[in-house]
């Protein structure tokens, strides 16, 4: 069956430093990979998408590295701050449109510490 | 803004109760989600709809039904809800043409006594 592993324990990070989260998943070969963010109490929020195709995407602090071979991604923050503090899911789908949903990964919880 | 509203954020029901969730989104997108989301396991797929009166099992269906009249609103009903089901549940919308990035919804936490 799919599976999808993310770090289940906390990642404390220094204020300032790169946190780099990881995403592995197994007999599943995804077209889009997304990353999201989740407050307590809130719903994910959508931050990057990367396809099949691209091995790397950014956004502001943000990057995604997609490693098909590896069948791995991983998230990094740059110049890391203490509201960068969430929990980050991991969501793999093979269509467009989130038709047939998205699988998501159970979330590593990152704390920056100031 | 894309806005996903759930009808309630805390609901607190007794065993063997007719739950209602609903889901309203004022962008227009296709498709729509309900997940639940429990400590250890992440979030799971219950049901989904691509369109109107069009509905798909998820992961975990069982125990739930849902209904999507209108394009803009996708309910979930417990016809008798368990304990087991006590949750976050979380609605979530996507555009059939976009590579799948999904807005969520804040949540509504389910305690079923």
């Known amino acids: 069956s799919q599976k999808i592993e993310q770090n289940s324990e906390a990642l404390n990070i220094q204020e300032g430093k790169t946190a780099t989260l990881t995403c592995n998943y197994t007999?599943?070969?995804?077209?889009?990979l997304q990353w999201y963010r989740q407050d307590p109490g809130r719903g994910p929020v959508f931050l990057l998408l990367i396809r099949e195709n691209e091995k790397e995407k950014r956004k502001e602090r943000l990057k995604v590295t997609f490693d098909t071979t590896l069948k791995q991604s991983l998230f990094h923050i740059t110049a890391s701050q203490p509201a960068d503090s969430a929990t980050y899911l991991c969501?793999?789908?093979?269509?467009?449109?989130?038709?047939?949903?998205?699988?998501f990964g159970k979330g590593t919880h990152l704390i920056i510490q100031p | 803004d894309v806005k996903v509203t759930q009808s309630s954020r805390y609901l607190v029901k007794r065993t063997g109760e007719k739950v209602f969730l609903e889901c309203v989104q004022d962008?227009?997108?296709?498709?729509m989600f309900w997940y639940r989301q429990d400590p250890g396991l992440g979030l799971r797929l219950i049901y989904f709809?691509?369109?109107?009166?069009?509905?798909e099992k998820g992961d975990i269906p069982e125990g739930y039904s849902v209904s999507r009249e209108k394009k803009e609103r996708f309910s979930l009903i417990l016809e008798s809800a368990s304990t087991n089901q006590t949750s976050m549940y979380l609605c979530a919308i996507g555009r059939a043409e976009n590579t799948g990035e999904l807005f969520f919804g804040e949540g509504s936490r389910l305690t079923v006594l």
């Open positions: 969501a793999l789908s093979n269509s467009g449109g989130g038709a047939d949903g998205l699988t």
């Open positions: 007999n599943y070969s995804p077209a889009y």
């Open positions: 709809s691509y369109d109107v009166k069009m509905k």
């Open positions: 962008m227009d997108h296709e498709n």
